[in-house]
């Protein structure tokens, strides 16, 4: 039995980030409290890359990340993100099908090892967001959000699909 795609993936090699593009937000619990965040997709630099912003809204404090997705000179599909905290981390595209068929996802090699983030389509809106550690038995999720447009407001944690 095949499922249907959710996803519709646009033209040329970056064309598998097209469903991303645009402004999206999640309020989600952490072990912080409520963290509003919003990720906005952007193409930039004619085409040739994809942006990203992040902005986490946790309380009194603030978070932002810019990455960039895009094709490094072997045309292998990479990202490269920088915080607001000065860190910064690279990674290339995966296979991340044992989430969902349709599931995009990077790897890297992060100060406390190797990490992926994935991005999936949700059944009904938006999508989901997750990021992982590799441990000697697969991959451990320590965190995951869900993604819904910025036109469907957020205005209480009810509103919002939670996750942690």
């Known amino acids: 039995m095949s499922m249907k795609l959710i996803w519709k993936k646009g033209r040329g090699k970056l064309g598998i980030l097209t469903p991303l593009i645009g402004t999206w937000h999640t309020l989600a619990d952490t072990p912080q409290g409520a963290v509003l965040c919003t990720r906005s997709f952007q193409k930039v ?8 912003t992040a902005i986490w809204h946790l309380g009194e404090n603030g978070y932002e990340e810019r990455a960039f997705f895009g094709c490094d000179a072997a045309r292998t599909i990479r990202f490269w993100s920088f915080t607001s905290d000065g860190k910064q981390s690279s990674g290339e595209q995966t296979d991340t099908i044992d989430i969902h068929p349709e599931a995009l996802g990077f790897i890297a090699q992060m100060p406390a ?29 320590f965190v995951e959000h869900h993604y819904i447009s910025d036109t469907q407001p957020i205005t209480s944690p009810e509103d919002a699909p939670l996750h942690s």
């Open 45 to 52: 630099l004619n085409g040739s890359y994809i942006e990203l």
């Open 113 to 141: 090892g190797i990490a992926r983030q994935i991005y999936w389509p949700d059944e009904t809106q938006g999508f989901h967001w997750a990021v992982e550690s590799q441990t000697k038995k697969g991959w451990k999720r």
